[in-house]
């Protein structure tokens, strides 16, 4: 379907540590992998995925760089059986991962772990039917939350997926109009404060599947998306545009 997000990228210090942190403890295994001369790029996901499944990617640079995390991303989230919660939570915490927010602390809705290099990872509950630990959305942080739904809306077509409004932040989540319950979604965090973030590095993208790269493309520089990236520059494989935050969004033909 075009539209739905692909995978989403975030850059790791040791390879082999992350990847065995989540082929452990999520049952991920690799779906692909890109060798280039100054990086390498693995896919991840659960065995079984949905054909509107997204994937993990993960981007290691072979230069031993360090990262900042910055604020203006925010977390992955996993899926987890409903009533499952606290078990799988206990299963983490007896694999020695790191004991983040534990389902009391949220409720009994939710909890969080991190991996070996602090990304933060939500586990929430949903229809038991979806793949266990598959991913359900991704959360970044924007300042203006009109601005932020407008940009989904017009340049993606995306749709309002559900909300949540606190006394201090909202929280909206996007996805293209039609998608199946197995698509992840983008969260987009507003906090009323009018506080702004810093960007970071050790996180990347988001990546969106179009049917055609160059008709996707055009389509967006029709509606006055930002062109970052284009198709050209990227050997017509793919092509990046940013919202107005700043955050990258890939465009890939798969």
Not at 7 to 16: G, I, K, T, Y
Not at 95 to 111: M, Q
Not at 139 to 153: L, Q
Not at 178 to 192: F, K, W
């Amino acid at each position: 379907m075009s539209g739905v997000l692909d995978h989403v990228m975030m850059r790791v210090e040791d390879l082999e540590e992350s990847l065995e942190w989540y082929t452990t403890h999520l049952n991920y295994e690799e779906k692909g992998r890109w060798e280039a001369d100054t990086f390498t790029n693995v896919y991840l996901g659960p065995e079984e995925m949905h054909e509107e499944g997204a994937m993990l990617e993960l981007t290691y640079n072979h230069d031993d760089r360090t990262y900042e995390m910055g604020d203006a991303w925010g977390h992955i989230a996993v899926r987890v059986p409903e009533g499952e919660l606290e078990e799988h939570y206990q299963r983490l915490m007896d694999e020695g991962v790191e004991d983040y927010r534990d389902p009391e602390s949220c409720g009994g809705r939710y909890a969080f772990v991190e991996d070996p290099d602090g990304h933060e990872v939500e586990i929430v509950q949903r229809d038991p039917d979806l793949p266990t630990w598959s991913l359900d959305h991704t959360m970044i942080r924007v300042e203006d939350a009109d601005e932020a739904i407008g940009f989904w809306t017009r340049k993606f077509e995306y749709e309002h997926d559900g909300r949540w409004e606190s006394d201090t932040f909202a929280n909206y989540f996007m996805k293209p109009e039609g998608a199946s319950d197995a698509a992840m979604t983008v969260e987009l965090t507003y906090n009323y404060d009018g506080r702004s973030y810093t960007m970071g590095d050790a996180w990347g993208h988001l990546c969106v599947r179009a049917d055609d790269l160059h008709d996707y493309w055009e389509t967006l520089m029709e509606r006055e998306a930002e062109d970052y990236r284009d198709p050209a520059s990227c050997d017509d494989r793919y092509a990046f545009t940013t919202d107005q935050d700043g955050h990258e969004i890939e465009v890939l033909e798969p």
